[in-house]
């Protein structure tokens, strides 16, 4: 019987969870399609996360304190220091050693994730040590950037890309936005990137008689920041066309758990307040309604459920990408957005009734096949570095720990 592929898949989430959950979605879809996938998370657990069938590893987590993501502290809430750096970085490499993977996936980065670099770029070291053919390195990203808060930080990811990376996968659809609209020196990556399609789980059959059949779903994604786009949703209310339905609010386990009381315990009649639940795309596809912040996941998973949407985007710290991305979808008609600057009951309510007045099913204004078309390029890459004998001694990858 021929071994399947081996893939070490490292992700590390910070505030939210949406790298997190974008990985197992892709992470299923690897297993699904002949891989055997190792899951190496570097975040907080998340309750009800589902790996599917690969390997799920968690390693001591960590998190940023705020949005600005310049503090990360450990599971007790003190900062990290390099003690706990080498700790880490030694428990990765004994997960590379005793997996053996043919492909290393490591999600954002160098686009992102620079804090972690004191563990990514020695397991790209190890990489390049191992005797020929060492694995196949891949960068996963998704389809938007952050701004840098430095110009410079774009000449390290050009350069980290160029210096350590075999295959750049951009998890969205160029004819809806390209890479370069926030990543401007794309042409001198594009030799080895190409774009998937958006990252989704398979739609649901929407049943009219299960949970969230006929409801509003408001769901806030990790939870952490969320308070705005909550209090918001809930005074909309009233005054919405919708203010007869049955609403449910699904709140992220980041949120703490005395201000999930305070809006469980206070909810008016009609609307239900608990934790996110792993249904999530059942009650999107049973729903009358979603408003949710306009992160990557829950966004693609809204138009792979096809349901009216409303969304109010996270714009807080630097970031950027979910207004851009609602924005975009907008503009073609697949969802209503509320402004960062313009959050109120009132205009959500409006929001809520411009939606409604939209056809029962939207259709996805985009390639929604990124999970399937991921595993696809992957084992073409994969052949094709076989085939190619990269991996010699004059491609080992040598890193710089002071770059």
Avoid at 87 to 109: F, V
Avoid at 199 to 227: F, K, L, N, Q, Y
Avoid at 339 to 349: C, L, P
Wanted: overall charge negative; proline content about 6%; charged content about 25%.
């Amino acid at each position: 019987m021929t071994q399947r592929p081996r893939i070490l898949f490292y992700v590390q989430h910070l505030l939210g969870i949406g790298h997190l959950m974008r990985a197992g979605t892709l992470s299923r879809a690897l297993e699904a399609n002949g891989f055997e996938t190792t899951l190496v998370s570097g975040g907080t657990s998340i309750p009800g996360f589902d790996p599917g069938a690969s390997h799920f590893e968690q390693l001591s987590p960590t998190r940023a304190t705020d949005k600005f993501f310049k503090v990360l502290v450990d599971a007790q809430d003190q900062q990290i220091d390099d003690t706990w750096k080498a700790a880490r970085r030694d428990a990765l490499l004994d997960i590379y050693h005793r997996t053996a993977p043919d492909i290393i996936l490591i999600e954002m980065y160098p686009f992102g994730r620079r804090q972690m670099r004191f563990e990514i770029e020695p397991l790209i070291e190890a990489a390049g040590n191992t005797p020929a053919p060492r694995p196949l390195i891949v960068s996963s990203v998704r389809d938007i950037l952050v701004e840098p808060g430095k110009p410079e930080r774009v000449d390290e990811m050009v350069d980290r890309v160029r210096r350590y990376f075999d295959l750049v996968l951009i998890h969205g659809d160029r004819d809806f936005i390209s890479f370069d609209e926030t990543f401007p020196r794309m042409s001198e990556i594009a030799d080895i990137s190409r774009y998937t399609g958006y990252v989704a789980d398979p739609p649901r059959t929407p049943d009219t008689r299960g949970p969230g059949a006929g409801e509003v779903i408001v769901s806030t994604g990790g939870g952490a920041v969320s308070d705005d786009m909550l209090q918001a949703a809930m005074d909309s209310r009233s005054i919405s066309a919708l203010a007869n339905a049955r609403w449910r609010v699904l709140v992220g386990h980041n949120l703490p758990d005395a201000e999930f009381a305070a809006y469980r315990d206070n909810a008016p009649d009609g609307v239900t307040v608990e934790r996110a639940r792993p249904d999530f795309p059942q009650l999107l596809a049973n729903c009358t309604l979603s408003i949710s912040q306009g992160g990557y996941n829950t966004v693609m998973e809204v138009l792979a459920a096809g349901t009216r949407a409303v969304c109010i985007p996270y714009a807080g710290g630097l970031e950027s990408e979910q207004t851009l991305r609602c924005s975009l979808l907008a503009e073609k008609g697949a969802l209503e957005i509320v402004e960062s600057g313009a959050v109120t009951g009132k205009n959500v309510a409006r929001a809520i009734d411009r939606a409604m007045a939209r056809k029962d099913h939207i259709s996805a204004p985009v390639d929604m096949a990124g999970a399937g078309n991921t595993a696809t390029m992957l084992s073409e890459s994969l052949n094709h570095h076989r085939n190619a004998g990269i991996g010699a001694e004059t491609d080992e990858i040598k890193v710089n720990p002071d770059a």
